[in-house]
């Protein structure tokens, strides 16, 4: 009911805030349009797993490649791959920095190293020469600790030290 002014009764008690009234007139409006704008950024991968997650980060001279999500969840299992071009009879250190060490738990390395330690803020996995020439690849699997976003140094022998960043939803 209207009072004489052309302005709606208030209800005693209630403490309308226009600007939420306005806010939920929009999202009933647009709202299955704003659901089904979520479910695709989830199918693609914004959120976690999926086209737009999937990385791939190499140096200039194509020695060392890293696969990885740069979307993930808190407590879910992420895999980082790397890919070494070695020569034979060279040992291959990898040197894992930056916030690795703060943000995530790694839960499994294949192959295993034959030497692995930390030291500082760094986590360091040695392979020692199998004989064979060419890609050798490592698998680490990780658990993320804290939300946000973590960004993580790699350093391979004497390759450039790289550095990338996962985002992670809480």
Not at 38 to 55: E, K, Q, R
Not at 110 to 137: E, R, T
Request: some cysteine; overall charge negative.
């Amino acid at each position: 009911m209207a009072n004489g002014h052309g302005n709606p009764d208030k209800l005693p008690g209630v403490d309308e805030s226009r600007f939420a009234i306005a806010l939920e007139s929009a999202f009933r409006r647009c709202g299955l349009v704003f659901l089904l704008l979520i479910i695709a950024a989830a199918l693609s991968g914004v959120f976690s797993v999926g086209y737009f997650s999937h990385a791939s980060q190499s140096t200039e001279n194509k020695t060392v490649k890293i696969d990885y999500q740069r979307f993930g969840r808190l407590q879910n299992q992420l895999q980082l791959k790397i890919t070494v071009a070695r020569e034979p009879g060279e040992n291959t250190t990898l040197v894992l920095g930056g916030e690795y060490m703060d943000s995530f738990e790694t839960s499994a390395i294949w192959p295993q190293p034959d030497n692995m330690y930390s030291q500082g803020q760094k986590l360091i996995l040695v392979y020692h020469p199998a004989g064979q020439k060419g890609d050798f690849s490592v698998w680490i699997y990780t658990a993320p600790d804290q939300p946000g976003k973590a960004v993580t140094t790699l350093h391979v022998n004497n390759a450039p030290e790289m550095s990338f960043w996962q985002f992670i939803y809480p």
